[in-house]
């Protein structure tokens, strides 16, 4: 069945007549007569009964239009739904990103819900090794990573730098210095996470190439519970500074550098370069490189 066709039905239905269905659609009354013949035909059962003066629905077409009108319905929500995505009525935005990549993310969220604040944004966790192939396999629109994914058809927005220092309670000895080295902070209480990861790799291995040891006596599931840590003074912990800014500006956390842990690495907000992208994530791509530096 026709969805216009059914909408011949109804007003035939409603005004109970022909030839007044056919003054309201603007259509001649011998169309109209076909386009129902036409249902008729299709479902083998009479929708009006012809012996009565006026369209009266037989049993047949008492259903039809309850079933009619849901259909035409779903078909104008269907239409609006779409003509929602096209105007970010609507939609949503995927991003992959680790725990410690969600602070660098926030800012940017932030400057589009200016603009579009009905989009959902919906950020998930995934480790870092996966964000590159669920990009380029179209099931995350983004993803935050801070090194270079093997993956080929990639393109990346700077969205900061990545820089590692040692988190302390105000009140520990080393708050009076601005930096410490790898071997002061092997003699404190370290605090770790337990989830594998390039930073935490690569802190590792300076400790091992230095044959000095890492003293992780503490690991824990999570930055926030690993920072709550060090504030109750349980130790120190080597993370980047963007998880702890909030902290390190209010004082309740001391940010110590560590010369050798210097990273020269950027945090970047990968995408495909080609491919159909949604309005929402184009739209979110628009704002994202109105202000930062795009690189193959």
Do not use: W
């Not at 093997?150 to 210095?177: A, R």
């Amino acid at each position: 069945m026709d969805l216009n066709e059914l909408r011949v039905f109804l007003q035939v239905a409603s005004e109970r007549s022909f030839s007044r269905a056919a003054l309201k659609l603007h259509r001649t009354q011998p169309a109209i007569s076909q386009s129902i013949r036409r249902i008729e035909n299709s479902l083998g059962e009479r929708l009006f009964d012809r012996t009565t003066k006026d369209a009266t629905l037989t049993e047949a077409g008492h259903l039809l239009r309850d079933y009619a009108e849901r259909l035409l319905r779903l078909s104008e929500e269907a239409e609006s739904a779409v003509r929602d995505l096209k105007d970010l009525r609507r939609g949503r935005v995927l991003i992959g990103a680790n725990e410690g990549s969600v602070h660098v993310i926030l800012p940017l969220i932030e400057r589009f819900r200016k603009t579009y604040p009905l989009v959902h944004i919906d950020v998930r966790r995934v480790p870092a090794r996966q964000i590159g192939a669920e990009v380029t396999q179209g099931s995350l629109d983004f993803g935050v990573l801070t090194f270079q994914p093997p993956e080929q058809g990639l393109k990346s927005v700077t969205l900061g730098q990545d820089e590692l220092v040692m988190l302390i309670h105000p009140s520990n000895i080393l708050g009076q210095q601005k930096e410490v080295t790898l071997a002061e902070c092997a003699r404190q209480t370290v605090i770790a996470h337990n989830d594998p990861s390039h930073v935490r790799e690569h802190v590792l291995q300076l400790f091992q190439e230095q044959d000095i040891p890492a003293n992780i006596l503490i690991s824990l599931p999570s930055l926030e519970g690993i920072k709550r840590a060090v504030a109750m003074e349980l130790g120190v912990a080597i993370l980047p500074r963007r998880c702890a800014e909030a902290e390190i500006k209010r004082r309740e956390l001391l940010a110590l550098q560590v010369p050798e842990l210097k990273l020269n690495r950027q945090v970047r907000l990968i995408y495909r370069s080609s491919g159909e992208r949604s309005h929402a994530s184009a739209a979110f791509l628009t704002v994202l490189t109105s202000e930062s530096t795009t690189t193959e």
